[in-house]
């Protein structure tokens, strides 16, 4: 038997643009988590996330992360709701 994400439908997400919920024009996760009925209306199984970075001032998003951790406050809103 092979394990479940061999043929798994897998999402990628890049969560500043896919959906913002605090109306400042950046995606957020919680945004990416109020949009989790759709993806498996669809048929997705897992989400990808792409890296959530901090940025050094003055720099172009990817090209020049601060630190991997922790999740950028630009990408925080507020407590994600409990998933089931």
């Known amino acids: 038997m092979h ?3 061999h043929g798994a439908v ?5 969560p500043r643009s896919f959906a ?28 990808w996330l792409s890296p959530l970075l901090s940025l050094r001032p003055g720099c172009r998003p990817r090209l020049a992360a601060a630190r991997a951790l922790p999740v950028s406050s630009r990408h925080r809103a507020g407590r994600l709701p409990a998933t089931q």
């Open 3 to 5: 394990p479940w994400w």
């Open 10 to 14: 897998v999402y990628e997400v890049y």
């Open 20 to 47: 913002d919920t605090d109306g400042d024009g950046v995606g957020d996760l919680r945004g990416v988590a109020s949009r989790v009925p759709y993806l498996a209306a669809l048929g997705v199984d897992a989400v």
